[in-house]
């Protein structure tokens, strides 16, 4: 069904079974959850895959039920699940989802110590498929699992980049699985061979200890890490990007929020869209565009395409569309 010689792009990464509660219904009364699925990097080879992006996705998998949804579900939006390790051992992580409505925040619960995913290695994956794509994406959150996932990451970076290839890198950072400094640390390894960078603001003041301002930030990293693409997402006000030199911006749209999980995700996806074309304005303006109507769908996926984008690029933010 998939084509090595077709895929494009390739994410690594785990992906978990989520759980979530109704909107009004806290955790611990829920009566029923709803069961998705949800992982940064699948989350984006799902988008990509929806924007026409040939996209496969490897992780480790235990051979049971939990697994085999996740495959499944990967699949179904067209993702190339092939290269999936399968195991005996071990478990699908989980997480909670409890959302949240304004003052109170939504709460995600993880458990996915001892995960399957966590254990994954270099040597377990099939480099040649790897390699036979155009571009790999990749995050912090898989090198905060475990010391084996973290050199496996900086391993494939450096393995893309001696093969011409090009490489994305979210910073992603999560308080719950290590701290700023050692994030830092484990992200200095690898971005030497990071083409395109993407980083919230908030992870930038973070990890990087960077205070100065969005523009400032984004030349710093670049003049550090020597990244030719750096993005720098900034919630509701919008993102900017440094791009070879050059500095550009978009603003936000106006939201009302459904799920605000995943929506980093989709930005990811959409400014590796543009990097594929070789365009920051394409990468910027969809980034922010996924992100937006993202907020808008329940899950963790991006049940979006070209034309939901170009839709709101075309209303601009308009409230019906006639």
Same mark, same amino acid.
């Given at each position: &069904?998939?084509?090595?010689?077709?895929?494009?792009?390739?994410?690594? @990464?785990?992906?978990?079974?989520? /759980?979530?509660?109704?909107?009004?219904?806290?955790?611990? $009364?829920?009566?029923?959850?709803?069961?998705?699925?949800? @992982?940064?990097?699948?989350?984006?080879?799902?988008?990509?895959?929806?924007?026409?992006?040939?996209?496969?996705?490897?992780? $480790?998998?235990? !051979?049971?039920?939990? @697994?085999?949804?996740?495959?499944?579900?990967?699949?179904?939006?067209?993702? %190339?699940?092939?290269?999936?390790?399968?195991?005996?051992?071990?478990?699908?992580?989980?997480?909670? /989802?409890?959302?949240?409505?304004?003052?109170?925040?939504?709460?995600?619960?993880? %458990?996915?110590?001892?995960?399957?995913?966590?254990?994954?290695?270099? %040597?377990?994956?099939?480099? !040649?498929?790897?390699?036979?794509?155009?571009?790999?994406?990749?995050?912090?959150?898989?090198?905060?699992?475990?010391?084996?996932?973290?050199? &496996?990451?900086?391993?494939?970076?450096?393995?893309?980049?001696?093969?011409? $290839?090009?490489?994305? /890198? *979210?910073?992603?950072?999560?308080?719950?699985?290590?701290?700023?400094?050692?994030?830092?640390?484990?992200? *200095?390894?690898?971005?030497?061979?990071?083409?395109?960078?993407?980083?919230?603001?908030? %992870?930038?003041?973070?990890? /990087?200890?960077?205070?100065?301002?969005?523009?400032?930030?984004?030349?710093?990293?670049?003049?550090?890490?020597?990244?030719?693409?750096?993005?720098?997402?900034?919630?509701?006000?919008?993102?900017?990007?440094?791009? !070879?030199?050059?500095?550009?911006?978009?603003? @936000?749209?106006?939201?009302?929020?459904?799920?605000?999980?995943?929506?980093? !995700?989709?930005?990811?996806?959409?400014?590796?869209?543009?990097?594929?074309?070789?365009?920051?304005?394409?990468?910027?303006?969809?980034?922010?565009?996924?992100?937006?109507?993202?907020?808008?769908?329940?899950? *963790?996926? #991006?049940?979006?395409?070209?034309?939901?984008?170009?839709?709101?690029?075309?209303?601009?933010? #308009?409230?019906?569309?006639?």
């Amino acid at each position: &069904m998939y084509e090595r010689s077709r895929i494009e792009v390739v994410t690594l @990464g785990e992906t978990m079974i989520r /759980f979530s509660s109704k909107v009004g219904i806290r955790l611990e $009364k829920a009566q029923q959850v709803d069961v998705e699925i949800g @992982g940064t990097e699948s989350n984006v080879a799902v988008a990509l895959a929806r924007l026409g992006v040939a996209s496969g996705w490897i992780s $480790k998998l235990v !051979d049971n039920p939990w @697994g085999f949804r996740i495959a499944g579900e990967l699949r179904r939006h067209g993702v %190339d699940p092939s290269r999936i390790i399968w195991t005996q051992d071990g478990r699908v992580g989980t997480m909670f /989802f409890e959302p949240g409505a304004k003052p109170r925040p939504a709460e995600v619960i993880y %458990d996915r110590a001892n995960s399957a995913a966590s254990t994954m290695g270099f %040597d377990e994956l099939d480099l !040649d498929y790897i390699l036979a794509a155009r571009h790999v994406h990749l995050t912090g959150i898989t090198m905060a699992l475990s010391g084996s996932c973290r050199e &496996m990451v900086k391993k494939v970076a450096a393995e893309m980049r001696r093969a011409g $290839k090009t490489v994305s /890198f *979210d910073v992603n950072y999560r308080q719950k699985l290590w701290m700023p400094e050692e994030a830092k640390m484990a992200v *200095d390894e690898v971005l030497s061979d990071v083409n395109l960078l993407i980083s919230t603001l908030d %992870d930038v003041r973070k990890v /990087f200890g960077l205070t100065v301002n969005p523009e400032e930030a984004c030349r710093k990293l670049h003049e550090t890490y020597g990244c030719p693409w750096v993005i720098i997402t900034m919630g509701g006000a919008g993102a900017i990007g440094f791009f !070879d030199g050059e500095i550009k911006q978009v603003g @936000g749209y106006e939201v009302e929020p459904v799920d605000r999980v995943g929506a980093g !995700d989709a930005f990811a996806a959409g400014a590796i869209y543009g990097f594929l074309q070789d365009s920051p304005d394409i990468s910027l303006k969809y980034g922010i565009a996924l992100a937006a109507l993202k907020h808008t769908i329940f899950g *963790d996926q #991006s049940y979006l395409g070209i034309r939901d984008i170009e839709r709101l690029l075309a209303a601009g933010g #308009s409230d019906i569309q006639r």
